[in-house]
């Protein structure tokens, strides 16, 4: 829903991420989206409705997915709110919160 309101990145990034789980040339827009669907499952699957690290990696996932795009300049407005949205719940994850 998120493409369907806001261009998440500039297209003018490489094609250069790789995913976690090894899939390759993904672009910036990829891996925020990944991170969010990982949240989303670590969120479905975890206990009591938080994103749960030991489960299914979902987590440890998340967190790496952020990490690959913290210093990507292509991020519009939209795609820097959505990265500091999942960044922010994933370290409150990490924190136990």
């Given at each position: 829903m998120i493409c369907e309101i806001s261009i998440t990145d500039d297209g003018s990034g490489e094609w250069n991420f790789?995913?976690?789980s090894g899939t390759?040339?993904?672009?910036?827009?990829?891996?925020l989206f990944a991170a969010?669907?990982?949240?989303?499952?670590g969120r479905y699957f975890g206990t009591d409705g938080r994103l749960?690290?030991?489960t299914l990696?979902?987590?440890?996932?998340a967190r790496d997915c952020v990490g690959l795009c913290r210093n990507d300049p292509t991020p519009t407005l939209m795609g820097r709110y959505v990265?500091?949205?999942?960044?922010?719940?994933?370290?409150?994850a990490a924190m136990g919160g």
């Amino acid at each position: 829903m998120i493409c369907e309101i806001s261009i998440t990145d500039d297209g003018s990034g490489e094609w250069n991420f790789t995913l976690p789980s090894g899939t390759a040339h993904k672009s910036v827009r990829s891996v925020l989206f990944a991170a969010h669907f990982a949240i989303s499952c670590g969120r479905y699957f975890g206990t009591d409705g938080r994103l749960v690290q030991s489960t299914l990696t979902y987590g440890d996932y998340a967190r790496d997915c952020v990490g690959l795009c913290r210093n990507d300049p292509t991020p519009t407005l939209m795609g820097r709110y959505v990265w500091e949205e999942l960044n922010e719940y994933v370290e409150a994850a990490a924190m136990g919160g």
